[in-house]
């Protein structure tokens, strides 16, 4: 279903140049295309235009009729989407690709991951008969995620924008929705309409479950109201008028997406004085950065009831998968057993209000103060013998040269000893090129980039000249058994993540200074972990051995080889 959504959009895309009116549309044709008889009389019509019967049927279905370009082949489309069968699944897929990997579309804004909107259900912990509440539901990707409860709660969704209200109540019927009352508000100026029967006119409607994912516009400028405890509002921190209308309309529990910055910076202050004051967080989850397109800062999940105790802190920066561009959450079963049973791991804390620090709530700096009480450690430098910057040597023409390969990091293996390098050069035969010139077993980082990039060299560097260039930093071990533990350990889930906050605490990059100071566990040292780390390197190498077998074998059946 998901590849025929994605070639109606496409073919829809040809006739209009709004793409929201362009999913909408696709999603009304496969909505048509559920109904047989209605599907057979649009298709037997001789009619230029698509029949009358067309609109009437999404009028029938709460659904606002989008214009149809006359040129359109609307029996072309709906003859692709009529045997498509609804799956949840599926719908969540097109979406997530329409949105999030196709960036260009710049449907970004208006959907959350659905890794998150999963992880969101579960940590909300759904009951029959329960009211939900989204402010801020964009294009109603959530809808997705909650399409198991569809018959069982009361789903309300609000966004100030009608076209993404549109897309989402054409999602609501698509899921069987039954309870689901979606309109557009501004809710800083407005509230919505839909309210139970035993509440009066003025009174405001708290809802027993929240999840608010706000937009961070800080050209919005809102004002606080006077009897707000958040207030005054400030423009650098634009969730915070969000996240105070959620603490007023939340009966049991809810859950905001928040940047981590108002967590441990000038700019929360009053915000994590406020909740703690009140005992209102629950759980803090810190999430893997790169989530969120076009979103590079750092996120977390604020989980707020009522009436708290403690507070549960879980890091889970290291729990992703590269993506393409993004970073996919990974792990949420694991997230969700620390969530019920809140004990303290490697990744988790639970803690009393009163041990609280509160310049500083983010996850990682408690599980980190955790780990570090049971775990000493030191610094990378003290392992090295040497760590130096690559340099550009011009090449030459003439005599008394000498041939050398330029090393870039195009050369590095991904999984293994880099051994293979082609750039064969002459260079002038000075003190400078044997100064450079790297050695078996040293290690070598990408100075810059979002996410490091790592190699070892191997034997084969004893007979050549290999220059690192001005891009490349090279760290020279102690001892070669030191060399594979600690690439391996730059590669593992652990490594990697502190070695990417170097770099992103750096400008996106990293420097003699930075690495020598990243922190390694004193166990690093003991000969039986070192021994264990090494066993781990050959298997990875024998790994990354068998996927260049397969990458090979793979271009050889697509004849990129000849």
Same mark, same amino acid.
């Given at each position: 279903m998901k590849e025929i959504l994605l070639q109606v959009f496409q073919y829809i895309q040809k006739y209009n140049e709004d793409n929201f009116d362009v999913l909408c549309l696709t999603l009304e044709f496969?909505?048509?295309?559920? *109904?047989?008889?209605?599907?057979?009389?649009?298709l037997d019509s001789k009619e230029n235009e698509i029949p009358q019967s067309f609109y009437l049927y999404l009028e029938k279905h709460n659904v606002e009729r989008v214009e149809i370009h006359p040129k359109?082949?609307?029996?072309k489309i709906l003859k692709m989407v009529q045997n498509c069968k609804v799956n949840a699944q599926e719908l969540e897929s097109f979406i997530q690709t329409i949105a999030l990997q196709k960036t260009i579309l710049k449907f970004y804004d208006y959907a959350t991951p659905a890794e998150i909107n999963a992880l969101v259900c579960g940590l909300l912990h759904l009951q029959k008969n329960e009211s939900i509440f989204n402010p801020c539901c964009g294009m109603g990707s959530w809808l997705l995620s909650l399409s198991a409860?569809? *018959?069982e709660c009361y789903f309300f969704g609000i966004d100030i924008h009608p076209k993404l209200i549109r897309i989402a109540k054409v999602l609501a019927v698509l899921l069987n929705f039954k309870n689901c009352h979606l309109e557009v508000a501004d809710i800083f100026k407005q509230f919505i309409s839909f309210k139970g029967k035993d509440h009066l006119k003025n009174e405001v409607r708290k809802f027993d479950k929240v999840f608010c994912?706000?937009?961070l516009l800080t050209h919005l400028n809102l004002k606080s109201p006077k009897?707000?405890?958040?207030?005054?509002?400030?423009k650098i921190a634009p969730e915070i008028p969000f996240l105070d209308f959620v603490l007023s309309r939340f009966h049991k529990k809810a859950v905001i997406i928040i940047r981590s910055a108002l967590l441990n910076k000038s700019i929360g202050e009053r915000l994590r004085d406020y909740l703690v004051a009140s005992n209102l967080i629950e759980t803090i989850i810190e999430l893997p950065t790169n989530l969120f397109p076009h979103q590079m800062g750092e996120f977390c999940l604020l989980v707020l009831s009522s009436n708290n105790k403690r507070i549960f802190f879980i890091d889970a920066q290291s729990f992703y998968l590269k993506e393409g561009k993004y970073n996919k959450l990974i792990n949420l079963e694991e997230i969700l057993d620390l969530y019920s049973f809140k004990q303290d791991t490697n990744v988790s804390r639970l803690l009393d209000y009163q041990s609280l620090n509160l310049e500083n709530l983010k996850s990682s700096y408690y599980v980190q103060e955790c780990v570090e009480s049971k775990n000493q450690t030191i610094n990378l430098g003290e392992i090295l013998e040497k760590c130096y910057r690559g340099a550009r040597i011009e090449n030459k023409q003439g005599k008394d040269l000498i041939g050398c390969y330029d090393l870039g990091i195009k050369d590095f293996e991904a999984y293994g000893i880099s051994d293979s390098f082609e750039d064969y050069v002459l260079k002038p035969n000075i003190n400078r090129l044997y100064e450079l010139k790297v050695q078996p077993y040293d290690i070598l980082l990408s100075i810059r980039g979002v996410m490091p990039k790592v190699a070892i060299v191997g034997k084969s560097a004893a007979q050549k000249i290999l220059l690192p260039n001005a891009g490349i930093l090279v760290l020279r071990v102690q001892n070669s058994l030191l060399a594979k533990a600690l690439y391996f350990y730059f590669l593992s889930a652990r490594g990697h993540l502190e070695l990417s906050k170097i770099y992103q605490s750096n400008n996106e990059r990293i420097g003699e200074k930075e690495i020598k100071q990243m922190p390694l566990s004193r166990d690093f040292l003991d000969s039986q972990i070192l021994e264990d780390y090494n066993e781990s390197f050959y298997e990875l190498c024998a790994c990354g051995e068998q996927i260049n077998i397969q990458k090979q074998g793979i271009a050889k059946l697509l004849g990129y080889d000849e």
């Open positions: 496969l909505l048509a295309g559920q *109904n047989k008889s209605l599907s057979l009389e649009i359109l082949n609307y029996k409860h569809h *018959n994912h706000p937009p009897d707000s405890p958040l207030a005054p509002y400030t």
